[in-house]
């Protein structure tokens, strides 16, 4: 998972601003039937995404989409990175403001639940397309695989680094964290759009809660108790 990079040193300042006119015409066309795609994918799966769809929906000719998208796989290709540049920049990014440790992993938790319990009401396109290409081999489903690969180092990283501040066991298993993180959020899409459960959240943010108790109680555990020396008196 990509996060924002700095300009290099060194970088001439006429590189590093923007033209004077703003994005090009067909930058902004490309970006605006992005969007558009976006909205799509998230209501009728990547899958339902298709050129005829997306020329009505702009008002464009298909030629006039194929123009910028040589394919419909390339759309949906554009459409996941799209969703993991966003998907950064509101749950990864911000969490990574707080300190190392258990309150970073907290934050960036806190995050990823908060937007997918907004996407339990309008669609996941991560969720839903792991059901639609958990079988289907090609380019789409390779990219889709690489992301929430790369999401789950990102996890996997501010768990080692709670692990390192001394806010969890110093033998957890990292990625049985993982799995577990990842369980309480499908569980959560699943209530939220399925079933419509109006205390799924709350029931999210409890697991959360629980399974970093049910760690930390066992780290106290398992820690020596400290020996008290008793003075013998002599009678």
């Known amino acids: 998972m990509k ?13 590093r601003r923007r033209p004077a006119g703003g994005p090009r015409k067909g930058e902004q066309t490309r970006a605006a039937i992005v969007e558009a795609a976006l909205e799509l994918a998230a209501r009728n799966g990547l899958e339902g995404l298709t050129i005829g769809a997306l020329a009505e929906r702009m008002q ?3 030629s006039g989409v194929f123009a910028h998208f040589g394919s419909r796989e390339d759309l949906q290709i554009a459409v996941l ?4 540049r966003r998907f950064v920049d509101e ?4 969490g990574l403001k707080e300190k190392r440790g258990l309150p970073r992993l907290r934050a960036i938790f806190d995050r990823w639940l ?9 669609g996941c396109i991560w969720i839903s397309g792991a059901a ?8 789409v489903r390779e990219e889709l695989v690489a992301m929430v690969r790369s ?8 768990i080692q680094q709670a692990v390192d501040a001394g806010d969890l066991p110093d033998d957890l298993d990292v ?4 799995f577990q993180l990842y369980g309480v959020i499908l569980v959560l899409h699943h209530d939220g759009r399925l079933l419509d459960s109006p205390d799924a959240v709350g029931r999210a943010r409890r697991s959360f809660d629980r399974l970093v108790d049910s760690y930390q109680r066992t780290m106290r555990l398992s820690r020596p108790k400290k020996r008290t020396n008793v003075r013998s008196v002599k009678t």
Do not use: C, F, N
């Not at 990175?81 to 993991?84: L, Q, S």
């Not at 999401?151 to 501010?158: D, M, N, V």
């Open 3 to 15: 996060t924002p990079s700095a300009v290099p040193a060194g970088t001439p300042a006429v590189a």
């Open 60 to 62: 464009m000719s298909k």
């Open 81 to 84: 990175k799209a969703y993991e």
């Open 91 to 94: 749950v990864l990014v911000p």
């Open 114 to 122: 908060e937007r997918t319990a907004i996407e339990a009401a309008r």
């Open 132 to 139: 639609e290409y958990d079988d289907r081999p090609g380019a």
């Open 151 to 158: 999401w789950q180092r990102e996890l996997s990283r501010a």
């Open 175 to 178: 990625q049985e964290l993982v």
